[in-house]
């Protein structure tokens, strides 16, 4: 009797050195407020990681989105690099867009060349030359029928650098003769833009077709 219970004795305190030296290892390794804390950690570690290595990358100027009918963009940097070319020709839905802009019925034809130098003394500011060469649909004001007109100018225009500031801005703005466009504040001109606001100076906004005439036969 003395044995057994001794033997009790003994197997009941190696159970309590059992729980006293494993379990609370073993609750801290399986419990749901450890597993919690150890997925936290490594959510945080990972989001740490995506933020470091984007910061990391190099960051340019955002890219511009306009939302013109003819969007021809260029850069500041580009322009003052001194640049010539052809810009190039109208899409279908540029076509569309440009009609209802302009009123009139179409524009089969459009090219527009330019080139660009700096401005000797006026460092924030970009020259910008050009031709339009184009064809425009209207109904004639007289008769309704529709004709066909076409078109040749040229164009002379000064970007200036919004950002930079100083006193080019002031300077120009005292000189009737000059065109002056401005850059936005990313260093972005939209030049078809500016070929579209002087095609539009060209279209009669009340044509007459060849051989009409307002005239009323006499009595």
């Given at each position: 009797m003395v044995l057994r219970y001794a033997q009790g004795a003994l197997l009941g305190l190696l159970f309590s050195c059992y729980v006293i030296a494993f379990a609370p290892t073993r609750i801290a390794r399986t419990s749901p407020l450890a597993r919690f804390a150890k997925g936290r950690g490594q959510k945080e570690r990972s989001q740490a990681k995506e933020a470091a290595a984007g910061s990391n990358k190099k960051k340019g100027p955002p890219v511009q989105e306009f939302t013109n009918e003819y969007?021809?963009?260029?850069?500041?940097?580009?322009?003052?690099?001194?640049?010539?070319?052809?810009?190039?020709?109208?899409?279908?839905?540029?076509?569309?867009?440009?009609?209802?802009?302009?009123?009139?019925?179409?524009?089969?034809?459009?090219?527009?060349?330019?080139?660009?130098?700096?401005?000797?003394?006026?460092?924030?500011?970009?020259?910008?030359e050009g031709s339009i060469n184009a064809m425009v649909v209207q109904n004639c004001a007289v008769t309704g029928e529709a004709f066909p007109t076409s078109i040749s100018t040229t164009f002379e225009s000064v970007v200036l650098d919004s950002s930079a500031g100083g006193q080019a801005g002031a300077f120009l703005s005292e000189e009737d003769f000059w065109d002056v466009e401005e850059a936005d504040e990313n260093g972005y001109i939209d030049i078809g833009e500016i070929a579209a606001q002087y095609l539009s100076l060209e279209i009669n906004p009340y044509p007459t077709a060849p051989g009409a005439s307002l005239d009323f036969p006499q009595a």
């Open positions: 969007s021809r963009v260029s850069t500041l940097q580009q322009l003052r690099g001194g640049r010539t070319m052809t810009l190039s020709s109208l899409r279908p839905e540029e076509v569309e867009a440009l009609c209802s802009r302009f009123k009139v019925l179409d524009i089969p034809y459009l090219e527009v060349t330019f080139s660009s130098s700096s401005m000797p003394g006026l460092k924030d500011c970009v020259k910008v």
